[in-house]
Each structure stands twice: as C-alpha cells, then as structure tokens.
C-alpha cells in the first residue's frame, strides 16, 4: 500500500466552482501535510501546508486535515483556469522524508 | 535571485552512458534531495543529504550516485546500472529548522535510448 493516495481524477470543473481533492494516509506518524502545484512540464510549487487538525485557509485555498480519519483535503474556491494543473499532496513523517502521492489533474473549463 | 539551478533542462544520452545530473542552491539551505518523476506518478526520492559529506538512500537508490562536497551543490549520476532512467528528474532544498517546506528545481528532462 502506498503511503499516500490521491483521488485520481482527472477532476474538471468550470470557471467559479469549488474543485475538491482528497488524499488519504497511512503513516500515522505523519505530522505534517503539503500541497504542491504543478504544471505541466515544471516543478512543483508549495502552495499549502497543515500541521494541525481543522481547517486552514490562504486565499482561495482551503486545506483540511483529520489525523483520526487520516485524510487531507484540499478545496480551490472560485476556480480559475490558471488553476488548471496537477496538485499533489505530500506527507511528512519522523523519518524527514516526504512522501508524494500520484497527483489529481484539474481542468478548470472557462 | 535566490534560488535552485538545475542543468541541462533536457539531456539525452546512450544506454550504457553514465550521466551527471547537475544541482546548485544559494538559499543556503542545509538539506538537498533528489526526486524521480514518472508519467502520470508522484515523485520517489532517491538520494538526500542533510549536511556536507553525508547523505541517505532514498527508496529507489538502486543505479545512481551523489556527492555532497559542498553545501551549495549536490550532484546526482545516474549511472547505466539504473535499468529505466528515462524520467523527469527534481532536485529539492530545506532549511534545517524546516525540513519538510521543500523546494523544487525547474527539473531535468532525461531521456535514454
């Protein structure tokens, strides 16, 4: 099993709605969540982080995280079409590694 | 500017050809990485260093190499024991009292044939 799954997609959604993606754990030892952007044929970009239970919000971006359910999310509000790209989400355990899981693609439709 | 460097951008070699994977940070940073990045896949990291003259497998090791002589630079080869390397290779920095906000490298497009 992998460590981190990501809801495989592709997800697209128009211009203005929420896109939602959900990645899920299994190290609970993992103390800390990353969601990185990538677009196609770059590196990816951190664009969010949560240590915390509860929600976490920067601008468009909400992350959530439940250690007990051992899930994270992420929703982008008000979709736009540069937010068309790849969104990983990345897990932090004792061992100082991260661990990435295979990435959702989003189409934001204009 | 700050920031990682990541030389070729593309690079494409024979099999049976070693090839060294170039990766330069002047963030200071005292953690490198280096990750793996195939179609449709997350990244696998292969190799990291948490300070000069060390480094740790990661869990694809298997077929490459690095150094770690200088804080700033952490090459990765890639040597012709690797039996797939055609892949999009990332190289990543930390900050010692951050080490899980990593950042990335344009990457390195190698390709085998």
């Known amino acids: 099993q992998k460590e981190v799954e990501q809801n495989s997609g592709p997800l697209s959604v128009p211009e203005g709605a929420i896109a939602s993606l959900n990645c899920t754990y299994s190290?609970?030892?993992?103390?800390?969540f990353f969601w990185y952007r990538q677009y196609s044929g770059k590196s990816p970009e951190l664009i969010m982080f949560?240590?915390?239970?509860g929600d976490k919000e920067d601008g468009r971006f909400t992350a959530q995280l439940n250690k007990a359910s051992q899930y994270v999310s992420l929703l982008i509000r008000d979709s736009q079409p540069s937010d068309s790209a790849t969104y990983l989400c990345?897990?932090?355990?004792?061992?100082?590694?991260?661990?990435f899981g295979a990435g959702t693609t989003v189409t934001v439709r204009a | 500017d700050g920031g990682i460097t990541q030389s070729p951008k593309y690079l494409f070699r024979k099999e049976g050809q070693n090839v060294t994977l170039s990766c330069e940070q002047n963030?200071?940073?005292?953690?490198m990485y280096w990750y793996r990045q195939d179609p449709g896949q997350g990244l696998r990291l292969i190799y990291y260093?948490?300070?000069?003259?060390?480094?740790q497998k990661g869990d694809i090791a298997e077929g490459y190499s690095v150094s770690r002589e200088k804080k700033e630079s952490f090459p990765l080869t890639v040597t012709s024991a690797q039996k797939n390397p055609t892949a999009f290779y990332l190289c990543?920095?930390?900050?010692?009292?951050?080490?899980?906000?990593?950042?990335f490298g344009p990457g390195t497009r190698l390709t085998v044939t």
């Open positions: 260093s948490q300070i000069v003259n060390d480094f």
């Open positions: 949560i240590y915390s239970n």
């Open positions: 190290d609970r030892g993992s103390q800390s």
């Open positions: 990543a920095s930390s900050a010692r009292q951050n080490p899980y906000e990593q950042y």
């Open positions: 990345a897990g932090f355990s004792n061992d100082y590694k991260l661990s």
């Open positions: 963030l200071n940073h005292d953690a």
